[in-house]
């Protein structure tokens, strides 16, 4: 489901920027190099297929899936990813042909393989198949989406594609996994599991309404309807691995999850950011200067934290590379004076920063989106200046005043920053260079 | 500081760069050779960064390797070599 099909405005209302490593083209500038700065791209063929409704960005490659179903992607292909039927890079977004007579309403990008989910539930694969990660009962990679025959008889829903694994979810409740199971992903089995190459039923869930799925790194989550988190996979924060998914703390209410390789970030119905894990190789954040939201009694699993430095700011979209995070909040003025106030030193803290967007989205009906892979960052602006002005066009203006969103991006690594000071100059820092604007 | 520990069976073999790979965070691969393991070596390094992590693996296992050229039974078993078009 994600945010398919959401958006349907003309193109032209449509603006997207993309920044961090793009060494593989991954970035859609045309170039094979990092951008400390969000970049204004242009992309004219892509708009030829309607709007982007959403995008998936994996380990150096992107999806964009548009308004009337069609799927592009770029970056790294060499395992197939791109699904271009070879196995080369791509600088440009290119159309997946072999989906062109499908309406797609759903995709995923892993970190070398891709999934995408028809409007009549069929499942496609392509990419690295070497764990099994691609469900088609074998550790071939292949360079054209293969429909996942598995899934005949079934609807699904959606794919999450994890750095070795998959997740299914079928229309109803049923979620499987699929590719490598040694930290648990899969949640398939009691006893270790090196890997699977046909989907197996995740268990724990068979009761349980789920409405979406995540997977990043070697972790895994589920939301059930009523807002429960379960997790399952490698320990955040160093806790033990689950083999099973684990609900997250009864009491909260989830709307979205965005997994990283050693984070996690919430959403919940209150607009209110929360993080799990973070602090494994004590760089992503000071989980002494977070407020612990609560501990579970069972002290071995990590603890929900709020992200400092936020105060209250109410956050409409997350999103989680690796090591790095990307939100969106509400608000309508203040954020980026209030998020300089960490600025300027490399202490061990977390502090979410504010990128600026150029052309500047301030004071302009917009929606936006952020989204982001493993080393990089795409953000999509809609303006929905049009749709006010044909319902009130007497209040335009003080609307737009009101609901203006800004981007910010949580800088995830402050510490590493000090610690990997080569890092700050190809990837991280290109994004806090990015926040200081 | 090490970002990561990682067994060699969960590396996987490249055939084009000849070295065994772990996926890093910023979209490039770790990478050591058989020729570092061989010589103890247990740091595997990131091109596009700074990043690394320890190896974890039997430098015997390598070692013996080497004198019998048994190279087969050392790498992953589940893994297949990336192919490149
Ligand atoms: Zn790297």
Same mark, same amino acid.
């Given at each position: 489901?994600?945010?398919?099909?959401?958006?349907?405005?003309?193109?032209?209302?449509?603006?997207?920027?993309?920044?961090?490593?793009?060494t593989?083209?991954?970035?859609g500038?045309?170039?094979?190099?990092?951008?400390?700065?969000?970049?204004?791209?242009?992309?004219?063929?892509?708009?030829?297929?309607?709007?982007?409704?959403?995008?998936?960005? &994996? &380990?150096?490659?992107?999806?964009?899936?548009?308004?009337?179903?069609?799927?592009?992607?770029?970056?790294?292909?060499?395992? @197939?990813?791109?699904?271009?039927?070879?196995?080369?890079?791509?600088?440009h977004?290119?159309?997946?042909?072999?989906?062109?007579?499908?309406?797609?309403t759903?995709?995923?990008?892993?970190?070398s393989?891709?999934?995408f989910?028809?409007?009549?539930?069929?499942?496609?694969?392509?990419?690295?198949?070497?764990?099994g990660?691609l469900?088609l &009962?074998?550790?071939?990679?292949?360079?054209?989406?293969v429909?996942?025959?598995?899934f005949?008889?079934?609807?699904?829903?959606?794919?999450?594609?994890?750095m070795?694994?998959?997740?299914?979810?079928?229309?109803?409740?049923?979620?499987?996994?699929?590719?490598?199971?040694?930290?648990?992903?899969?949640?398939?089995?009691?006893?270790?599991?090196?890997?699977?190459?046909?989907? !197996?039923?995740?268990?724990?869930?068979?009761?349980v309404?789920?409405?979406?799925?995540?997977?990043?790194?070697?972790?895994?989550?589920?939301?059930?309807?009523?807002?429960?988190?379960?997790t399952?996979?490698?320990?955040?924060?160093?806790?033990?691995?689950?083999?099973?998914?684990?609900?997250?703390?009864?009491?909260?209410?989830?709307?979205?999850?965005?997994l990283?390789?050693?984070?996690?970030?919430?959403?919940?119905?209150?607009?209110?950011?929360?993080?799990?894990?973070?602090n494994?190789?004590?760089?992503?954040?000071?989980?002494?200067?977070?407020?612990?939201?609560?501990?579970?009694?069972?002290?071995?699993?990590?603890?929900?934290?709020?992200?400092?430095?936020?105060?209250?700011?109410?956050?409409?979209?997350?999103?989680? @590379?690796?090591?790095?995070?990307?939100?969106?909040? @509400?608000?309508?003025?203040?954020?980026?004076?209030?998020?300089?106030l960490?600025?300027?030193?490399?202490?061990?803290?977390?502090?979410?920063?504010?990128?600026?967007?150029?052309?500047?989205? !301030?004071n302009?009906?917009?929606?936006?989106?952020?989204?982001?892979?493993?080393?990089?960052?795409?953000?999509?602006?809609?303006?929905r200046?049009?749709?006010?002005?044909?319902?009130?066009?007497?209040?335009?203006?003080?609307?737009?005043?009101?609901?203006?969103?800004?981007?910010?991006?949580?800088?995830?690594?402050?510490?590493l920053?000090?610690?990997?000071p080569?890092?700050?100059?190809?990837?991280?820092?290109?994004?806090?260079?990015?926040?200081?604007? | 500081?090490?970002?990561?520990?990682?067994?060699?069976?969960?590396?996987?073999?490249?055939?084009?760069?000849?070295?065994?790979? +772990?996926?890093?965070?910023?979209?490039?691969?770790?990478?050591?050779?058989?020729?570092?393991?061989q010589?103890?070596?247990?740091?595997?390094?990131?091109?596009?960064?700074?990043? +690394?992590?320890?190896?974890?693996?039997?430098?015997?296992?390598?070692?013996?390797?080497?004198?019998?050229?048994?190279?087969k039974?050392?790498?992953?078993?589940?893994?297949?070599?990336?192919?490149?078009?």
């Amino acid at each position: 489901m994600e945010e398919a099909k959401r958006d349907e405005e003309e193109p032209k209302q449509q603006q997207i920027w993309s920044w961090g490593a793009g060494t593989e083209g991954q970035l859609g500038t045309g170039k094979l190099e990092d951008e400390y700065l969000p970049q204004l791209l242009h992309l004219p063929f892509l708009y030829s297929a309607g709007s982007i409704s959403t995008l998936a960005c &994996g &380990g150096a490659h992107a999806i964009a899936l548009t308004s009337v179903g069609k799927v592009f992607t770029w970056g790294r292909g060499t395992t @197939g990813q791109l699904g271009h039927r070879e196995m080369l890079n791509s600088l440009h977004p290119k159309p997946v042909s072999s989906l062109q007579s499908y309406v797609i309403t759903h995709v995923s990008a892993g970190w070398s393989h891709s999934g995408f989910v028809s409007e009549i539930g069929l499942l496609f694969t392509c990419g690295d198949g070497s764990f099994g990660q691609l469900g088609l &009962g074998d550790y071939r990679s292949q360079s054209t989406p293969v429909k996942v025959d598995y899934f005949a008889n079934n609807f699904v829903n959606q794919i999450a594609c994890g750095m070795r694994h998959s997740l299914v979810m079928l229309k109803g409740n049923q979620v499987y996994g699929f590719g490598s199971g040694k930290r648990g992903q899969l949640g398939i089995s009691r006893d270790k599991i090196k890997s699977v190459n046909l989907p !197996q039923v995740t268990c724990g869930l068979e009761d349980v309404q789920i409405v979406s799925i995540s997977a990043n790194g070697d972790h895994s989550a589920a939301i059930s309807a009523d807002g429960h988190l379960y997790t399952w996979g490698r320990g955040f924060a160093g806790a033990a691995d689950a083999n099973f998914p684990q609900l997250s703390l009864s009491s909260l209410r989830c709307t979205k999850a965005a997994l990283g390789w050693n984070h996690g970030l919430l959403l919940t119905g209150d607009e209110e950011v929360l993080m799990l894990g973070g602090n494994y190789h004590g760089g992503l954040c000071d989980l002494e200067k977070m407020s612990a939201v609560k501990h579970r009694s069972d002290s071995s699993r990590a603890t929900l934290n709020e992200v400092i430095g936020l105060d209250g700011v109410k956050v409409v979209k997350i999103a989680a @590379g690796a090591e790095h995070s990307a939100l969106v909040t @509400g608000r309508t003025w203040g954020w980026g004076e209030h998020g300089q106030l960490g600025l300027g030193n490399t202490n061990d803290q977390t502090i979410p920063q504010t990128v600026s967007l150029s052309p500047d989205i !301030q004071n302009k009906e917009a929606s936006l989106n952020v989204y982001c892979g493993s080393g990089f960052t795409f953000a999509i602006r809609c303006s929905r200046e049009q749709i006010y002005e044909s319902i009130n066009p007497e209040n335009r203006t003080m609307k737009s005043r009101n609901v203006s969103y800004k981007c910010s991006a949580v800088v995830s690594h402050v510490k590493l920053l000090s610690l990997f000071p080569h890092l700050q100059r190809n990837v991280w820092f290109g994004i806090l260079k990015a926040s200081y604007q | 500081m090490s970002y990561d520990n990682v067994e060699i069976e969960d590396m996987e073999w490249n055939e084009e760069l000849q070295a065994f790979t +772990y996926p890093c965070p910023c979209g490039d691969f770790f990478q050591i050779t058989k020729d570092d393991l061989q010589l103890g070596e247990e740091i595997a390094r990131c091109p596009s960064c700074s990043l +690394y992590i320890t190896v974890v693996y039997n430098q015997e296992d390598f070692l013996r390797d080497k004198d019998k050229s048994k190279k087969k039974d050392l790498e992953p078993a589940k893994q297949l070599p990336i192919s490149v078009a």
